[in-house]
């Protein structure tokens, strides 16, 4: 079965310091994959996702991944991060074969002003 | 509606009863999920329904968990003598062809 691993559990950041959270997944076929926001008291939105062509894919907000097929690895970044980006992360991945998404743990996400 | 809505928000139950949830998919949307997101467990997938096709239960912890699909859109999922560690914040989400699946508020469940 397919697993996700989230590097980081809790991130600060000052207000325009730059953001790369890690994802790596396991599995070796064909994968769609995902990220997602919860913000303090909201519902899991998404920010963006990637099923084939170009492997940098922008998102919502000034977000952007990286997939990375040899490392297995779906990055997030943003150049500046906001007090507003306060919120968790999750990556997730979709196989061909599997409909439903394996999340990763999340990342805690904390933009101090 | 613009949205999947999920009812109650909150629900408060003692150990041993059931509990029906209810999920509102996007119109249109033929996929309909379950999760649960638990403090310890993160993120689980519990059940799949796609159209017609029988659905995908892999995802269920015990034969306590039941979900069913009427007419292809609204779905209720039901947990029977409730324990405790099915405290969680269980979550619904709908996709169409594209499979992008958009979420719920969800509906924390506490069970004392």
């Known amino acids: 079965a397919q697993s996700v691993s989230q590097h980081n559990h809790h991130v600060i950041l000052s207000e325009a310091a730059s953001l790369e959270l890690g994802c790596n997944y396991s599995y070796g076929g064909t994968v769609n994959l995902f990220w997602y926001v919860q913000y303090p008291g909201q519902h899991l939105q998404l920010l963006l996702k990637y099923f084939s062509g170009d492997p940098l894919v922008k998102g919502i907000k000034g977000f952007e991944a990286e997939f990375i097929k040899s490392k297995f690895s779906f990055n997030l970044r943003k150049p500046s991060v906001q007090w507003s980006d306060t919120a968790e992360y999750f990556c997730a991945v979709r196989t061909v074969s599997a409909r439903q998404l394996t999340f990763g743990s999340g990342t805690q996400l904390t933009v101090l002003p | 509606g613009a949205g999947v809505s999920q009812s109650p928000s909150n629900k408060v139950t003692e150990k041993g009863k059931d509990v029906e949830l209810r999920c509102d998919p996007i119109?249109?949307?033929?996929?309909l999920y379950w999760y649960r997101q638990s403090l310890g467990q993160g993120l689980e997938f519990l059940i799949y329904f796609q159209g017609n096709s029988a659905p995908d239960k892999s995802g269920l912890p015990s034969d306590r968990f039941s979900a069913e699909r009427t007419g292809g859109s609204v779905s209720t999922l039901t947990i029977q003598r409730t324990q405790q560690e099915d405290s969680a914040v269980y979550l619904c989400?709908?996709?169409?062809?594209?499979?992008?699946?958009?979420f719920g508020p969800g509906t924390r469940l506490l069970v004392l």
């Open positions: 119109s249109g949307h033929t996929a």
């Open positions: 989400a709908s996709s169409s062809q594209e499979e992008t699946q958009y």
